[in-house]
């Protein structure tokens, strides 16, 4: 049982580049959360999923885009990179919405 | 404001005990957590308390809140350097399935 693993570790980006991050969870969760992690914020929910097919915007949401194909997996997109978008991102899933969240070990995006 | 505030930093000796607050404004909150995270890894939840208990202990753990002033604490028993991380409370509101996560305490162990 890996839990939630995310892809890749790490990466540096130059602003107007496009990535995608990964995130899988093989612990049949329904709910799946994208948050970034900045200096002296706690984590903000980007965009989360409740269900295969399904997405939904979070706090802050822009710049970003998501798709949930699969249970398993759900993917964060950056279509146009940008400086403010370097960060630590953690993926997360539940089982339901009231449930513990499981995280991923994260993944340190620089953009310059 | 902030949603949920917590203090930066907090300094204890090992052995001593450590107690790390939160204060929140929204009181619909349903569940409230404790997450802890270790350099370099995800979150990791510590313990948890339903918005119509006053305390919940687990072990080293003990959780207070306090209701009327939308107050939580965490107090770790016996500190050790183990315990170094940062600790971050959350809110959660039930169905809505989202976290409104603290800026995180950091906690340093000192022999």
């Known amino acids: 049982n890996a839990g939630v693993t995310q892809t890749p570790k790490f990466r540096v980006l130059k602003t107007g580049q496009s990535m995608t991050l990964l995130c899988a969870q093989d612990?049949?969760?329904?709910?799946m959360y994208w948050y970034r992690q900045d200096p002296g914020m706690g984590l903000r929910l980007i965009h989360y999923s409740v269900g295969e097919g399904t997405t939904a915007k979070g706090e802050v949401p822009d710049g970003y885009n998501v798709s949930r194909l699969k249970k398993q997996n759900f993917l964060l997109g950056l279509e146009s990179a940008a400086p403010s978008q370097t960060s630590v991102y953690f993926c997360?899933?539940?089982?339901?919405?009231?449930?513990?969240?499981?995280f991923g070990p994260g993944t340190r995006l620089t953009v310059t | 404001g902030e949603d949920v505030e917590q203090s930066l930093f907090l300094s204890v000796r090992e052995g001593d005990s450590s107690v790390i607050n939160c204060t929140y404004t929204?009181?619909?909150?349903?569940?409230l957590y404790w997450y802890k995270q270790e350099p370099g890894a995800g979150l990791q939840l510590l313990t948890y308390i339903f918005s119509n208990m006053d305390m919940k202990q687990d072990q080293r753990l003990t959780v207070l809140l306090n209701k009327k002033d939308k107050h939580l604490s965490l107090r770790i028993a016996d500190t050790q350097t183990g315990d170094s991380a940062i600790y971050f409370c959350?809110?959660?509101?039930?169905?809505?399935?989202?976290?409104?996560f603290g800026t995180g305490t950091r906690l340093q162990v000192t022999l």
């Open positions: 959350a809110r959660g509101a039930g169905t809505a399935s989202k976290l409104t």
């Open positions: 997360a899933s539940s089982y339901g919405g009231s449930d513990e969240q499981y």
């Open positions: 929204d009181s619909s909150s349903t569940y």
């Open positions: 612990m049949n969760h329904e709910y």
